[in-house]
C-alpha cells in the first residue's frame, strides 16, 4: 500500500472488513525465517476482542493483552504439539528456537496447529493445499471471497514468493481484501521492510 493506486483499490475494495483489524496488529517478522509467526501474531491480534483472556500478557505490553511472534510458541499445547521431540521435551524447552534451526521457517500445518492451541475447540481452523489439479482458480477465490465476508474467519497464505514474480522462497502472510474490478487480494507481507515507505 504504498501508491495512490494502492489505496484506491482497498477504498473501493468489496470486501475489506478484515484489513482494519489485521491492520491494528500487524508487525514486521522479527527476521528472515519469522514469516509464519508474524502472520500468525497479526492473524491472532485482529481477533482480540473475540478472544478475552486467551490473549497473553507479554511483560512488554502489560497491562495490554496482546500476541507477539514469540508468546505464541509458549501454550503447552503449542509445545506438545508443535515442537515435541517425541516425548523428550522441546526445543524451546533447552532455549533452541525450532524455526531457526533446519529445515527453518514453519509448514502449514503447523500454523494450523499454532492457531488450534492457541483459539481453542469452538474455533473452526481449516487448512486447504490449493493443489490445481484439484481446485479450480475460481473455487479458491469463492473460497477466501467468502471468508473475508465472516467477521470471525481470516485467510492466511503460504505462497511460493518467486511464482508471483518476487524474489524469495516460501512466505506466509494474511489476506486482508479483495478488489473485485482488478480480481485481486491484498496480502498484508509480514516481510513490510522489503517495501519502501
Given amino acids: 500500500l504504498n501508491h495512490t493506486e494502492a489505496y484506491d483499490m482497498l477504498i473501493s475494495s468489496t470486501r475489506k472488513s478484515h484489513y482494519f483489524p489485521l491492520v491494528s496488529g500487524f508487525d514486521a517478522q522479527v527476521n528472515q525465517f519469522y514469516c509464519g509467526p508474524a502472520a500468525l501474531q497479526a492473524t491472532l ?3 482480540r476482542p473475540l ?3 486467551r490473549v497473553p500478557l507479554d511483560p512488554l505490553y502489560l497491562p495490554y493483552r496482546y500476541f507477539t511472534q514469540y508468546d505464541i510458541f509458549m501454550s ?5 504439539n508443535v515442537f515435541s521431540l517425541n516425548g523428550r521435551g522441546t526445543l524451546l524447552d533447552v532455549g533452541i528456537d525450532p524455526i531457526m534451526t533446519a529445515p527453518f521457517g514453519m509448514t502449514l500445518s503447523m ?3 499454532i492457531l488450534s492451541c492457541t483459539l481453542g475447540s469452538q474455533w473452526n481452523v481449516q487448512v486447504k493445499h490449493v493443489d490445481p489439479r484439484k481446485f479450480s482458480m475460481d473455487e479458491v477465490r469463492q473460497n477466501i471471497y467468502a471468508a473475508l465476508g465472516d467477521e470471525t474467519s481470516r485467510v492466511l ?3 511460493s514468493r518467486s511464482g508471483v514474480g518476487q524474489r524469495g522462497t516460501g512466505h506466509f502472510s494474511p489476506i486482508a481484501a479483495y478488489h473485485e474490478p482488478s480480481d485481486s487480494f ?3 507481507d509480514v516481510a513490510k521492510y ?3 515507505p
Fill in 111 to 113: 500454523e494450523a496447529q
Fill in 157 to 159: 497464505v503460504g505462497y
Fill in 45 to 47: 491480534n485482529s481477533l
Fill in 194 to 196: 522489503k517495501y519502501p
Fill in 76 to 80: 503447552e499445547c503449542v509445545k506438545s
Fill in 186 to 188: 491484498l496480502i498484508m
Fill in 51 to 53: 478472544l478475552g483472556e
